[in-house]
């Protein structure tokens, strides 16, 4: 017995903090008040032990497994673990078959998938009929949006429960029990100051397990004085938060988040938001061409005619970004999103295309004029294609009233431009013109000419 207690000593102290610390109890549990505070919805599932299939979606290091693992303790059903990375449909199915054996004894299955978006089609389909019969209870763990990853089917007969990162608050207080709880820190004569705890919970942004993790890396990197004393200090602090690990998913939610939060904050002029936003892109790991591609759309769709050289400038930076690469594109990408964020916005380029494609969607498709078809045999001429065709070049304003819309879209106006910066020049022209066209007679000469 000595010598299994020693040997359990030993692997207890090579157990990584963050696990010897895991919460048993709700009331262990750190954050997530939203959900299993006192009252509130998912606490008074597990009190009552009416828990239905569920997700869990949040960000790493949240207590997504550990919520799953309290759910176990408290509930009369068995638990299986289940990974997302090891396991496939046969492997599924066989803890299908046990569990529907179970459930015709009267015993629940408590079915807990970490990472269930690593989980293809096929997988997630195993799952959904002994979901609906009961057999199972599924409780799926994912970083990833549940709409984007999980098939709808699945979604549909489960619960969703969003977990919030963890304030720097929480984190400070996890620390604190980290240094003086008995399975973890507590048995070392540790001091580390307070400034230093802040700083450990700024760099894990959110994450319980990074902050654990680098709070045991920090205090086992420390010094230890002539006293006994393990003293962290500042350097030591710095040394293992030097490089802060910033959530990014090159093709998941949160790409699509920040390079809306990139986006948004060029339309909204904001040059400093806008540059907060590309640089989380890019220490991310995103692709600078990606990046610079959005940029050129941007140029068109958000600012257009009133700056037109807006366009020019994003194509340059993409450019500039396959000459050079990463790290030097970085001031280009910098110098483009400033830019935007900068210029006159006008989006009627935008709206003109999207008011042409409602129509082409709902209206017939109109044959082209024949005014304006081109008659390049024979036949083609009989038939009259081209005829009335008026060249604009042979009147002196290069102008004609010739109708270019069919019939039925006669008048019909697409692009209106605004008074954003130089789109307003393009104002004044097309008004000019629209006036033109309506004041000269069908057959009058073009303006300038006498009648």
């Known amino acids: 017995m000595e010598q299994f207690s020693l040997f359990d000593q030993k692997r207890d102290a090579l157990t990584p903090l963050a696990d010897r610390l895991r919460p048993e109890t709700l009331d262990e549990f750190a954050g997530q008040e939203h959900l299993v505070g006192k009252g509130k919805i998912l606490r008074t599932l597990i009190d009552r032990d009416q828990i239905t299939s569920m997700i869990f979606w949040g960000p790493p290091g949240v207590g997504k497994t550990t919520l799953a693992r309290i759910i176990a303790r408290r509930s009369r059903a068995e638990f299986v673990d289940f990974s997302a990375v090891t396991s496939g449909v046969k492997e599924i199915r066989a803890v299908m078959e046990r569990a529907e054996m179970g459930r015709k004894s009267g015993l629940r299955t408590f079915l807990f998938v970490d990472e269930?978006?690593?989980?293809?089609?096929?997988?997630?389909?195993?799952?959904?009929?002994?979901?609906?019969?009961g057999s199972i209870v599924l409780i799926g763990a994912t970083t990833e949006n549940p709409s984007f990853e999980i098939n709808s089917a699945l979604l549909?007969?489960?619960?969703?429960?969003?977990?919030?990162?963890?304030?720097?608050?929480?984190?400070?207080?996890?620390?604190?029990?980290?240094?003086?709880?008995?399975?973890?820190?507590?048995?070392?004569?540790t001091e580390v100051p307070a400034e230093e705890l802040e700083v450990i919970a700024r760099f894990a942004n959110g994450d319980a397990r990074t902050a654990l993790n680098t709070l045991e890396m920090a205090v086992f990197n420390a010094g230890i004085g002539e006293d006994g004393v393990i003293r962290v200090t500042h350097d030591v602090v710095f040394e293992c938060t030097n490089r802060r690990s910033l959530l990014y998913?090159?093709?998941?939610?949160?790409?699509?988040?920040?390079?809306?939060?990139?986006?948004?904050?060029?339309?909204?002029?904001?040059?400093?938001?806008?540059?907060?936003?590309?640089?989380?892109?890019?220490?991310?790991?995103?692709?600078?061409?990606?990046?610079?591609?959005?940029?050129?759309?941007?140029?068109?769709?958000?600012?257009?005619?009133?700056?037109?050289?807006?366009?020019?400038?994003?194509?340059?930076?993409?450019?500039?970004?396959?000459?050079?690469?990463?790290?030097?594109?970085?001031?280009?990408?910098?110098h483009a999103v400033v830019y935007l964020a900068m210029a006159p916005k006008s989006n009627a380029l935008y709206m003109a295309r999207g008011i042409a494609k409602e129509d082409i969607k709902n209206a017939p498709a109109e044959p082209v004029p024949l005014q304006i078809r081109n008659a390049v045999t024979g036949l083609m001429k009989d038939l009259d294609y081209g005829k009335g065709y008026q060249y604009a070049h042979d009147f002196e304003e290069k102008l004609t009233k010739m109708e270019c819309l069919p019939d039925s879209l006669k008048g019909k106006r697409y692009y209106l431009p605004t008074d954003q910066g130089k789109e307003k020049e393009t104002k004044e022209r097309l008004e000019a013109i629209l006036k033109w066209k309506h004041d000269v007679p069908d057959h009058g000469t073009a303006p300038g000419e006498d009648e």
């Open 116 to 133: 269930i978006h690593r989980f293809n089609k096929a997988q997630q389909d195993a799952f959904l009929p002994y979901v609906e019969k």
């Open 156 to 189: 549909s007969r489960c619960r969703v429960f969003v977990l919030r990162a963890l304030s720097e608050e929480d984190i400070v207080k996890l620390l604190r029990h980290a240094l003086e709880s008995d399975k973890g820190l507590g048995n070392m004569r």
């Open 249 to 334: 998913d090159k093709k998941g939610e949160e790409h699509y988040n920040l390079i809306s939060a990139l986006h948004k904050s060029m339309r909204n002029s904001d040059p400093d938001a806008a540059v907060y936003w590309m640089s989380r892109m890019l220490d991310g790991g995103e692709d600078p061409l990606y990046i610079a591609r959005r940029l050129v759309r941007f140029a068109s769709e958000d600012v257009g005619m009133a700056d037109p050289a807006a366009l020019t400038l994003a194509v340059s930076v993409y450019q500039a970004c396959q000459f050079l690469g990463v790290p030097e594109c970085d001031v280009h990408l910098t």
